[in-house]
Structures are given as structure tokens and as C-alpha cells.
Nanobody, 119 residues
Framework: QVQLVESGGGLVQAGGSLKLSCAASGTANRINAMGWYRQAPEKQRELVARISSLGFRNYADSVKGRFTISRDNAKTTVYLQMNSLKPEDTAVYYC?????????????WGQGTQVTVSS
């Protein structure tokens, strides 16, 4: 079992910045990748950014050049630095961890943190 605790959401004006954090506990040493997804009202959840256990990063096209995903040396905390925020970035942001289970990969999710960007 892995528990994910997010923090750092809030309200910011367009052009501003926020930094999200997600701390993993439990069997965190079996994490393959961690990432951030977001879901806006009446829209599907979408990948924002992800970092693999080897450090490979990928980003949604809509956030490239503005958002940066990083993690701590223990690979149990992941961060999302969000710069030049736009109103369309408004959503609930969810932390995700992909963990190696005994037979397959398992997905774990945080409770979500609201990010609201005002115009």
C-alpha cells in the first residue's frame, strides 16, 4: 500500500506560480513512476507530467515550458512547479504513483488539490 498526500494548491492570478508537493509513504520503495494529473469540471482526467524511476520526464503539450516536475533524492516526494499559469490550468490536481505489485503494476492516487487561476 502507498499513501499519497498532496499540498500546495490554491488561488493565483494568471501569470503567477504555484508549487505542488506529493509525499508518498508505505511501500514507497517499489514506486516505478510518479506524476500529476488534473481534472477540470466536465472534463476527463488528463496527464500533466510524469517522472519515471530513472528520471525520465514527460509533459502534456499544454504545459511544456511552463511546468516542471521534480522529486527528492529518496524518490518518495514529487513536486510540480507551475509557472505562467493560465485560467485553463484551473482544475483539481491529483498525484499518482505507479507501484510494482506482486503480479502487475498498481495505480495509487492522492486526494486531489484544487488549483484555481483567475484572469
Amino acid at each position: 500500500q502507498v499513501q499519497l498526500v498532496e499540498s500546495g494548491g490554491g488561488l493565483v492570478q494568471a501569470g503567477g506560480s504555484l508549487k505542488l508537493s506529493c509525499a508518498a509513504s508505505g511501500t514507497a520503495n517499489r514506486i516505478n513512476a510518479m506524476g500529476w494529473y488534473r481534472q477540470a469540471p466536465e472534463k476527463q482526467r488528463e496527464l500533466v507530467a510524469r517522472i519515471s524511476s530513472l528520471g525520465f520526464r514527460n509533459y502534456a503539450d499544454s504545459v511544456k515550458g511552463r511546468f516542471t516536475i521534480s522529486r527528492d533524492n529518496a524518490k518518495t516526494t514529487v513536486y510540480l512547479q507551475m509557472n505562467s499559469l493560465k485560467p485553463e490550468d484551473t482544475a483539481v490536481y491529483y498525484c499518482n504513483a505507479v507501484v510494482a505489485g506482486p503480479m502487475n503494476l498498481l495505480d495509487y492516487w492522492g486526494q486531489g488539490t484544487q488549483v484555481t487561476v483567475s484572469s
